[in-house]
């Protein structure tokens, strides 16, 4: 499904500082005095690598009682910093107020935070006060790995009349044990771009991470991903920041941490190059042919096996054979050189395909559907 946003292209509005350098927006995570930002501005804007200053004003707490932005105040001191190293500034905004704010006090660009993505009456709100304004809006995903929102929140701020549109991959909460403060789900940030691929994705490693030592790792890695650009945290001294400071980088630890960043390009130039890969993508869709073939046989098989079930009033799952299935395809795939979390998660996909497929012919006199689990 291709969605139908109105997009301008990214370089209607923002660029790389230089070139062969990677499009980056960098700063505080919060403007905390006049004194930080605008010093903190100064460094970054000396690194030449920045396209837009960022600094959030209002700040969404999970908690109360925390630092909650320095509020309007911190529209004067972006002005400042901006007259005074000339970078355009990017502030989140997340009620009309905010906006009607930040525009009156000339921020370049706006982002909707993660949390207000996941708001359909806050992006709303937002998008009815951008309505007849030509600025530059990013949205960041929703903290939920929820798909429909992000898009939803693209196509209302879309509607609303803004076509200088990004968004930011900023990660998604998750229950599940990880070394990131945000999974990354890179699944869901490409799917976005196939839905929508004139749609800029900018990713924002600070939020994924949650910590500087994985910065450069996940950076590089939305590079080599086709990511338009980067936000990154920049504070001038990180240990003293309010909020965010295990994530933040001082100026010159962002400048040298881009400067080591790889930029490569989608289009392949040799055609010695161009060759090879069109020789190995042919065996790759070869073999992906196949590997659905042996799916759908595998399934016609299941089938049988369900009808089986049925009618000798056997149980769908039998927890002793699945874990043998688990157990030796595991083993087996190891010995072939595929990574063992791999080979599990392709079978829990297959397993509960086939226990879907089963359920429905147990229960076809229901009309019941269920949708895939894994997915
Ligand atoms: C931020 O960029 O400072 C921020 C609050 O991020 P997010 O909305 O991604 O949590
Ligand atoms: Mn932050």
Same mark, same amino acid.
Request: glycine share 8%.
């Given at each position: 499904m291709k969605l139908d946003l109105k997009i301008q292209p990214l370089n209607t509005w923002i660029k790389p500082a230089q070139e062969n350098q990677p499009l980056l927006?960098?700063?505080?995570?919060?403007?905390?005095? @006049? @004194?930080?930002?605008?010093?903190?501005?100064?460094?970054? =804007?000396?690194? #030449?690598?920045l396209s837009a200053?960022?600094?959030?004003?209002?700040?969404?707490?999970?908690?109360? #009682?925390? !630092?909650?932005?320095?509020?309007? &105040?911190?529209?004067?001191?972006?002005?400042?910093?901006?007259?005074?190293?000339?970078?355009?500034?990017?502030?989140?905004v997340a009620t009309a107020k905010h906006v009607e704010e930040a525009l009156a006090a000339g921020v370049d &660009?706006?982002?909707?935070?993660?949390?207000?993505?996941?708001?359909? !009456?806050?992006?709303?709100?937002?998008?009815?006060a951008l309505r007849g304004v030509d600025?530059?809006?990013?949205?960041?995903?929703?903290?939920?790995?929820?798909?429909?929102?992000?898009?939803?929140?693209?196509?209302?701020?879309?509607? =609303?009349?803004?076509?200088?549109?990004?968004? &930011?991959h900023r990660g998604f909460s998750s229950h599940e044990k990880s070394a990131f403060r945000n999974e990354p789900m890179w699944d869901l940030a490409i799917n976005l771009k196939t839905h929508a691929p004139e749609l800029p994705i900018i990713n924002d490693p600070s939020h994924i991470t949650g910590s500087r030592d994985l910065i450069p790792y996940v950076a590089q890695k939305a590079l080599?991903? *086709?990511?338009?650009?980067?936000?990154?945290?920049?504070?001038?001294?990180?240990?003293?920041?309010?909020? *965010?400071?295990?994530?933040?980088?001082?100026?010159?630890?962002?400048?040298?941490?881009?400067?080591?960043?790889t930029l490569r390009k989608p289009e392949i130039k040799s055609a010695e190059v161009k060759d090879a890969l069109a020789d190995l993508r042919n065996q790759i869709d070869k073999?992906? *042919?196949?590997?659905?073939?042996?799916?759908? @046989?595998?399934?016609?098989?299941?089938?049988?096996? #369900?009808?089986?079930?049925?009618?000798?009033?056997?149980?769908i799952l039998q927890v002793n054979r699945w874990d043998e299935i688990l157990q030796k395809r595991t083993r087996y795939g190891k010995a072939l050189?595929? *990574?063992?979390? !791999?080979?599990?998660?392709?079978?829990?996909? &297959?397993?509960?395909?086939?226990?879907?497929?089963?359920?429905?012919?147990?229960?076809?006199d229901s009309g019941i559907k269920e949708n895939l689990t894994h997915a």
């Open positions: 927006i960098a700063g505080p995570c919060s403007a905390e005095t @006049e @004194e930080q930002l605008v010093a903190t501005a100064h460094l970054l =804007a000396k690194t #030449g690598r200053l960022r600094a959030g004003i209002w700040k969404p707490r999970t908690r109360p #009682g925390e !630092f909650e932005g320095i509020g309007s &105040i911190g529209l004067q001191w972006l002005k400042r910093a901006k007259e005074e190293t000339g970078l355009p500034t990017a502030v989140e &660009i706006l982002w909707v935070g993660a949390r207000s993505t996941a708001n359909p !009456f806050t992006v709303q709100e937002i998008a009815d600025v530059p809006v990013m949205v960041k995903n929703p903290v939920n790995p929820d798909l429909s929102l992000w898009i939803g929140a693209l196509e209302r701020i879309n509607n =609303a009349g803004i076509t200088k549109l990004a968004g &930011i080599d991903m *086709d990511m338009q650009g980067l936000m990154i945290e920049s504070h001038i001294d990180p240990s003293v920041a309010w909020t *965010d400071a295990k994530q933040q980088v001082t100026p010159s630890a962002l400048d040298e941490l881009v400067g080591n960043l073999i992906d *042919d196949l590997v659905i073939q042996k799916l759908a @046989e595998r399934m016609q098989i299941v089938e049988k096996i #369900g009808n089986y079930k049925k009618d000798n009033g056997i149980t050189k595929l *990574d063992e979390n !791999f080979t599990e998660k392709l079978l829990e996909l &297959i397993h509960s395909e086939s226990i879907r497929k089963q359920t429905e012919i147990m229960n076809s």
